[in-house]
């Protein structure tokens, strides 16, 4: 095969000026977020294999989408809705994104002197994993990332005066699947 015909065969290249960030800026990105988010991943899909591959996803998608942002907190926000739209459009091809809460995660780990702890935990996770998905993401996003109404709109797609309510209906839907509490399972 001749030189021309390799290269009309080849898969075309992207051209860095394509990337909407530098490299140094996107290792900067890259290291501030890329540990909660992935957190945020596995929680919505309790699988460690589906949250890698969602996460450089979203890294990708976001390196191609061309835009301005207004500094760090608007790089999360959109970082976070690219991570749930992509978590919405698995569920809706059919892909599963949860599997069983009994089967140990990364955060299984427990020490063993630690039991009183550990079953709140376990508790916790298991009654998380029984709320509808939009209430997970409004919990996590609202109390593990510490995220405004504003930024989880943003980041779910909400009306920023939806939020307050729906975090209400959330907590007041965990709290019922809790154990031990008013209302909640026994």
Known sequence: MTDARLDALALPTVATE??????????????????????????????TDAADDLLQETYYRFLRTPGTYDGPAHEKNVLYRIATNLVRDRRRRGLPVTVPHDIAGPDALVAPEDTGGAMAG?????ALTQLRQRDQQLLWLAYAEGSTHQEIAQSLGLRPSSVRTLLFRARQRLAALLPGRPGGAR
């Open 18 to 47: 394509a990337l909407v960030l530098r490299e140094d800026d996107f290792r900067l990105l890259y290291e501030r977020t890329a540990r909660p988010l992935w957190v945020y991943l596995y929680r919505l899909t309790r699988d």
């Open 122 to 126: 376990h508790d916790l996770r298991r």
